[in-house]
């Protein structure tokens, strides 16, 4: 199908905001983006508000009434932190699964189904026991937050078996990039750790490694993700699958920490729910979607 006009939900948020970037300079695509403002900033996408190609709707995505008029529909809205996942539980149900069923209930309701590229992660293999992880590994969500994106991508295997859904699942593994960090945000206490780690740096505050650092990421840098949703949209095959996202190579807190500080850190006590490991293995996606990561960690740091 040929992609005239797509929604993107999210839009003001850390990936929604670069995915955007990302689509206006490589498509010439009309883009609505939809984004209630709760984790996300309209600074992020206040470069983009003129756009002529560009349409932002400051609302929920429970409030959208039809999804007729797009060609895709990329979901990112959610409240994306593990540790809130567990104190604000109804919230977090409501926004990463309630607000995405409704999406969906929509495609069965109009009977009109785009392509639709979710937005996972990879903290539903909880701590894996393939290193590197691929997609066929046993699911353990540690995290209500980690359980809510899994729900998502069964039920679409489950309704898919009933009405013709088109849908890619992209499990990201850990993002970093420009805007990851909002200080607005009320839950940024529990931003990526790139991001956190680089705004405590230029406020000259002690960098704060969680247990003993040990534990390791594979960070993958925003454009790939960009890259990664693009490539899911313009493929021309129903997938109804989900691939890695990830860079395929693993650093732990405390590497990161010493490349971003020196010796300017500090331990704070371990956080249940998280995983000890995170290293994708990304064969699939660069197989089927011909994606693959180009961005670089130490060039990203040097700059930043
Ligand atoms: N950043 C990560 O570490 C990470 C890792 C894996 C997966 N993901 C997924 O990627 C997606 C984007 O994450 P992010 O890091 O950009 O988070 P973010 O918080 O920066 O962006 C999410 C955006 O969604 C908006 N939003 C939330 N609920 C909404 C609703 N009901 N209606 C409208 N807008 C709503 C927020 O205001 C925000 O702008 C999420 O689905 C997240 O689960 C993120």
Redesign the pocket.
């Known amino acids: 199908m040929q992609i005239n006009k797509i929604l993107i ?9 670069n995915l955007l970037d990302f689509l206006l300079k490589k498509t010439s695509w009309d883009i609505v983006g ?8 309209k600074n ?1 996408i206040a470069h983009q508000l003129a756009h002529p190609k560009f349409k932002f709707i400051e ?4 409030s959208i009434d039809s999804i007729k008029e797009y060609d895709c529909i990329f ?6 932190r593990i540790q809130p996942s567990f104190e604000f539980v109804t919230e977090h149900i ?3 699964l309630v ?1 995405s069923m409704h999406l969906i209930e929509l495609m069965i309701k109009e009977n009109y189904f785009p392509k639709f590229v979710f ?5 539903i293999y909880g701590t894996p026991s393939v290193i590197p992880t691929p997609e066929s590994e046993k699911i353990d969500c540690l995290s209500p ?1 980690a359980f809510q ?1 899994y729900e998502v991508e069964k039920y679409l295997e489950l309704l898919s078996e009933r009405y013709p859904l088109d849908y890619i699942c992209l ?5 970093y990039g420009p805007r ?1 960090f ?1 200080p607005e ?1 009320k839950f940024n206490a529990y ?2 750790v790139v991001g956190i780690f680089l705004y405590r740096k230029e406020k000259g505050q002690k960098l704060l490694v969680t247990g003993d650092g040990s534990q390791k990421r594979d960070f993958i840098h925003v454009a790939d993700l960009a890259k990664a949703n693009y490539l899911a949209a313009i493929n021309p095959n129903k997938l109804n699958t989900a691939f890695n996202i990830g860079n395929g190579s693993t650093l732990s807190v405390l590497e990161l920490a010493k490349l971003i500080s020196g010796k300017d850190y500090e331990f704070i006590p371990k956080r249940e729910g998280e995983s000890d490991i995170t290293f994708a293995d990304v064969k699939k996606a660069i197989e089927i979607l011909g994606w693959h990561p180009e961005q670089n960690m130490e060039d990203y740091l040097k700059n930043n």
Request: net charge neutral.
């Open positions: 939900t999210g839009v003001a948020g850390f990936i929604g905001s939809i984004d209630n403002l709760s984790t996300g900033s992020n609302a929920n995505v429970s979901h990112l809205a959610a409240l994306p409501n926004e990463n607000c937005s996972s992660s990879s903290a937050y994106k499990r990201y593994f850990n993002p990851s909002n945000n931003s990526s």
